[in-house]
């Protein structure tokens, strides 16, 4: 929720650490989705990030992250080529939180072993769930 909340301010320093923060859960997708897409279609069919009257929260779990990696790489693609830039460069809002999360899971593997994976994994899913969640229960 902390990525969350640093995803919504204007400065630069604030949306790094929003990034830096979603990286341990390789979610940095997230801010980008949210601001750009959620926030412009909530509620509408067109948000998988909203949530169906009556919807689990696992069906919506199981629609919503994927559906919002979508969208986010949509969005960011159309921003970068509205620059004139490659969606594949530096300058992608999704791929700079990408390369935070090798380099910690990287490190962390380095330093601990293989058998630290199922934890990594085990912390990003919960991170996912825990803002798919909040979203699940905001947007009835």
Known sequence: NT???LGHKKGKGERWLAKFVLAPCA?????IEHNK???RDVATPEDPASSRMGESIWKFVLREIPGAARRAW???RERLESRGKSVWSLDNEIIQPAIIT???WGTTLALFG??????ILGTAFWGA????S????TCR
């Open 37 to 39: 897409g959620h926030h």
């Open 74 to 76: 949509k969005l960011e």
């Open 102 to 104: 090798a380099v910690a």
């Open 134 to 137: 909040a979203k699940s229960s």
């Open 3 to 5: 990525g969350h909340e």
């Open 129 to 132: 769930f825990q803002l798919t």
């Open 114 to 119: 293989i058998g630290i994976l199922p934890y």
């Open 27 to 31: 979610y940095g997708h997230f801010f």
